[in-house]
């Protein structure tokens, strides 16, 4: 099950992310907490070792070996450094998996009991002024292509902010549920009109929350805004001023509006059980084709679409499943 936490930024959606994750880590699921947002925070937010998050390797700071893994002997690729975000799985693809049985797993997760927590990273001296943020957005869509995750594991990832992951190369169709985190005010309330756009036409399951409600005019403003997309909302909690100074809290420090409210997100998910594999493939290749003819194939000088292998099935590699938490 995998959920994406978008929204405007300075929304709540890190602190949302990183509250949701710890819920469900308590639920005793296997989770695996991603931080794929420029601005590195969802470890901070959920007061994993400072020393073992400045030590911890990030996906897109070195994708070459990312890249390398998931080639493993898949026929239609011609080399590594032709895997792009978009590029499809297909037989003889190596995969990542949330137990640590793969090289991937092994170099990138940081694991504390339940959690696994993986994160994209940010713009190294040498990258500054050489590239943009989606060369991390990058490592994240060729990552999740290649992940097999189980009807009783969780993914959650904490977006970059705005509506880039509905536009760019189908990222936000990788996800189960996309909740985008809403303030009660105009430019927050934008970015839903652009999410509701872009994942219209390909049946993406977009929820909103509301969040740093303060009272019943706040949650109307929203409700009346979005109408039926509408989930849920979170009054503000002293708890999260406390995370923001660096003080760690414990579920029992919300109220039980908070808790109520992230039961209904966990529910939610858990509606979007089994996955439509077959959904996520066609999807994920009605993107790639996109990127390929738009601008990818130009640039490598070779048609990408040739990357498909018409004969892959997801359902066909996928581990056995275990009982759910």
Partial sequence: MRA??????GSGKTSLAALFTRYVVEKNYPTLAIDGDINQHLGDNLFLPESQLKALPRLGEELDKLQAYVLGNNAFITNAEEITESTPAGRGSNFVTLAADNPISQHFMLRQGHLRFVAMGGHTETDIGATCYHKF???????????LDNDNEIVVSDMCAGADPFASSGLASRFDALFLVCEPTKKSLA??????HYSQYHDLKLFVI??????????????????SYYLTGF?????????????PYQLSDFDEQA??????????LKRQVPRDWEKYQRTGLFFHKRASDSLASALYGRDLTQQIDPEFDYRNVMPPSKEAA
């Fill in 235 to 247: 009054k503000g909690q002293l708890a999260f001023k406390k995370a923001e100074r660096g003080t």
């Fill in 4 to 9: 994406a936490f978008c929204g405007k930024g």
């Fill in 137 to 147: 957005t990058g490592a994240l869509g060729t990552f999740l292509n290649h992940l």
């Fill in 210 to 227: 509301g969040n740093k409600i303060e009272n019943e005019e706040d949650e109307s403003f929203i409700k009346n805004y979005v109408g």
């Fill in 259 to 268: 808790l109520a409210s992230l039961a209904i997100l966990l529910e939610t």
């Fill in 191 to 196: 970015v839903f009109d652009q999410a509701v």
